[in-house]
């Protein structure tokens, strides 16, 4: 330095005194004089402005490329708008002056799925508006019992109406001229239109039900106790006809769980149940009379002046052969099973050899549990 000084990024001529800890040693060297107040404060102070002067110097060789200022800076160069020849190049679209139809083939092109949308918004809320909200007011009045029936009316409904307010985000960012490539609202729109497809087999077979429910909610749109009690033996009598069609159950368990006024697709489930059923057990039973040999020969109505046909003894004509095993038509796989098991008879017959190991891997042959070899004491 200029003053004679060694400069602090010096570092010095013993390795020594870089390496090693404060309690290294501590055993060997001997007990330090416990330091003053004073002296642990001095030292924290000179520890804090070392800390500081190393900041500053490494602030004072920062430059504009570690801040990241650069891409800024090039970031803004492109945003500019361009100047003379460059932007008398671009021509903005004017949609005013576009005919209806010069318009629609505009929007197919940009945004394809924006029309199908569309009209899937408004058939969905005719449908809330003139099915779902309907059945959700007689849940609430009673009309309708608590149970699975309106388990799955109340997720329907609520599944509806989170569908149609991510369309109507979907649509207003479109209308403010926002970017949607890559935006979550079109995952969300996905997955509820994949499970509203999901409920399409389950609103097959309900159908008829809500129809008839709907029908007669319209008709008596009576407000008050008398269209309750008109609606209330309907609902009894649309579950007593799924009832008349269940099979006679014995099971007590079985009665209850059908005589639920909302399980409406429990009586399918259980129909599907035990057709399935039937038919796996019917298909054990032919495969058991066939390896058994007992399923009944089909008898053949001979006329009078034909022959009588050959019979599979007959044709095979074995007579009194003996019968002889199935490993005795392959010789290669006779003579295989043979070396095999003589393999086994000689590991009893002679010790073969096992290396020593360090630490016990287990049984390699495996341990006999019926097998003793102690003698009693006497």
């Known amino acids: 330095s200029t003053w004679g000084l060694p400069n602090e990024l010096a570092w010095g001529q013993r390795k020594k005194l870089y390496y090693g800890t404060d309690y290294e040693g501590a055993a060997r060297r001997p007990k330090a004089p416990k330091k003053?107040?004073?002296?642990?404060?001095?030292?924290?102070?000179?520890?804090?402005?070392?800390?500081?002067?190393?900041?500053?110097?490494?602030?004072?060789?920062?430059?504009?490329?570690?801040?990241?200022?650069?891409?800024?800076?090039?970031?803004?160069?492109?945003?500019?708008?361009?100047?003379?020849?460059?932007?008398?190049?671009?021509?903005?679209?004017?949609?005013?002056?576009?005919?209806?139809?010069?318009?629609?083939?505009?929007?197919?092109?940009?945004?394809?799925?924006?029309?199908?949308?569309?009209?899937?918004?408004?058939?969905?809320?005719?449908?809330?508006?003139?099915?779902?909200?309907?059945?959700?007011?007689?849940?609430?009045d009673g009309v309708i019992p608590a149970g699975k029936g309106s388990q799955y009316l109340q997720t329907k409904y609520h599944l509806y109406l989170?569908?149609?307010?991510?369309?109507?985000?979907?649509?207003?960012?479109?209308?403010?001229?926002?970017?949607?490539?890559?935006?979550?609202?079109?995952?969300?729109?996905?997955?509820?239109?994949?499970?509203?497809?999901?409920?399409?087999?389950?609103?097959?077979?309900?159908?008829?039900?809500?129809?008839?429910?709907?029908?007669?909610?319209?008709?008596?749109?009576?407000?008050?106790?008398?269209?309750?009690?008109?609606?209330l033996p309907l609902v009894r009598k649309t579950v007593n006809k799924r009832k008349t069609k269940s099979p006679n159950?014995?099971?007590?368990?079985?009665?209850?769980?059908?005589?639920?006024d909302s399980d409406f697709d429990e009586q399918a489930a259980l129909d599907f149940?035990?057709?399935?059923?039937?038919?796996?057990?019917?298909?054990?039973?032919?495969?058991?009379?066939?390896?058994?040999?007992?399923?009944?020969?089909?008898?053949?109505?001979?006329?009078?002046?034909?022959?009588r046909g050959a019979t599979y003894q007959m044709l095979k004509n074995k007579g009194l052969t003996p019968r002889r095993k199935k490993i005795d038509r392959n010789p290669r796989v006779k003579h295989r099973e043979k070396f095999r098991k003589a393999k086994i008879r000689r590991r009893g017959q002679v010790r073969e050899f096992r290396r020593e190991t360090q630490k016990y891997a287990g049984e390699l042959s495996g341990i006999r549990a019926g097998v003793k070899k102690s003698i009693k004491l006497k």
């Open 36 to 140: 003053s107040k004073e002296e642990v404060e001095a030292e924290e102070l000179e520890e804090e402005v070392e800390a500081q002067a190393i900041q500053r110097r490494m602030a004072e060789n920062l430059a504009e490329e570690d801040y990241g200022l650069d891409l800024l800076q090039a970031y803004t160069r492109t945003a500019e708008p361009p100047s003379g020849k460059e932007s008398g190049q671009k021509i903005a679209k004017d949609l005013a002056s576009l005919s209806r139809k010069e318009q629609l083939k505009l929007l197919r092109k940009e945004s394809p799925e924006l029309l199908e949308l569309i009209q899937d918004f408004e058939a969905k809320v005719v449908e809330l508006r003139d099915e779902l909200e309907p059945l959700v007011q007689m849940m609430g």
């Open 162 to 231: 989170n569908y149609c307010c991510n369309i109507s985000f979907y649509l207003v960012l479109k209308a403010k001229r926002i970017p949607i490539h890559g935006h979550p609202v079109i995952e969300r729109l996905v997955t509820y239109r994949n499970l509203i497809n999901d409920l399409a087999v389950v609103d097959q077979k309900l159908l008829p039900e809500v129809r008839l429910l709907l029908k007669e909610f319209r008709g008596n749109k009576t407000d008050g106790v008398e269209s309750r009690k008109k609606l």
């Open 249 to 260: 159950f014995t099971n007590n368990e079985a009665e209850d769980e059908l005589a639920d």
């Open 273 to 307: 149940y035990k057709e399935m059923e039937e038919k796996i057990m019917l298909k054990k039973k032919r495969k058991r009379e066939e390896k058994e040999g007992t399923s009944h020969p089909v008898v053949e109505e001979v006329e009078s002046d034909q022959k």
